[in-house]
């Protein structure tokens, strides 16, 4: 099956602090998500951007499927933005919304 | 628009026993919905495809006589962990995509099982 590895596993910054989060995936894909998970398990919908650069806010997202990787920014960070990060995607040719979760990455925001 | 509910949001239960999970689609229909499980510290995995008025598909390694996945309507599908054990202590969590766009995947709030 296809594999999704994030990178980095976990990460620790200062609040104000600026960061990339990235996404590699093995095969082709028409869908890309990403989600922050939340301490309650909560998955906040972040960005569906199976290709292209979006923002929204702080945040911003670039997917390049032809070299298989997404990124995800965020600018100044702040202690809310802590939580689990995952990128997901859905395999091509198949069902979109059925998505297959990154290894995640673990952020830490501190005051 | 595309709310997912998820009910319970937690619920512990005696070992042996059966748990009945729900997952509602509020404002849209879905003609299929997707079950997830996330064990502490790791992914999400996904265990089952519900579809409705047709049987639910299970990915490897799922025990289908042990989670039964019922999609009784355009809005509803549950999933039932029979016989439950300490091991199947997770986080449940559902997806669904409206019904004739299968495009992003909006997600339920989640069930943490704890089973003792």
């Known amino acids: 099956g296809i594999q999704v590895e994030q990178s980095p596993p976990d990460l620790i910054l200062q609040e104000g602090a600026n960061s990339t989060l990235r996404c590699n995936f093995s095969?082709?894909?028409?869908?890309l998500q990403w989600f922050h998970q939340n301490p309650w398990g909560q998955l906040i919908n972040l960005f569906y951007?199976?290709?292209g650069t979006k923002q929204n806010g702080r945040l911003s997202a670039t997917t390049v499927a032809t070299e298989r990787y997404s990124l995800l920014y965020i600018s100044s960070s702040q202690t809310t933005d802590s939580g689990v990060y995952f990128c997901a995607v859905a395999i091509f040719p198949g069902t979109a919304s059925k998505l297959t979760f990154g290894t995640g990455t673990r952020l830490q925001v501190t005051l | 628009g595309a709310v997912v509910s998820q009910h319970p949001s937690w619920v512990i239960c005696k070992s042996g026993t059966s748990v009945k999970i729900e997952c509602r689609s509020l404002?849209?229909?879905?003609?299929?919905m997707f079950w997830y499980r996330q064990f502490p510290k790791q992914s999400l995995m996904l265990m089952a495809t519900s579809n409705e008025g047709s049987k639910a598909t299970y990915e490897q390694g799922v025990e289908k006589d042990k989670f039964l996945i019922n999609h009784a309507s355009l809005t509803l599908s549950t999933l039932t962990v029979t016989s439950a054990h300490p091991e199947d202590s997770s986080f449940y969590i559902c997806?669904?995509?409206?019904?004739?766009?299968?495009?992003?995947?909006?997600f339920g709030q989640g069930t943490r099982l704890t089973v003792v």
């Open positions: 404002d849209f229909q879905a003609t299929t």
């Open positions: 095969d082709s894909v028409n869908n």
């Open positions: 997806s669904a995509p409206m019904k004739g766009k299968d495009t992003e995947a909006f």
């Open positions: 951007i199976p290709s």
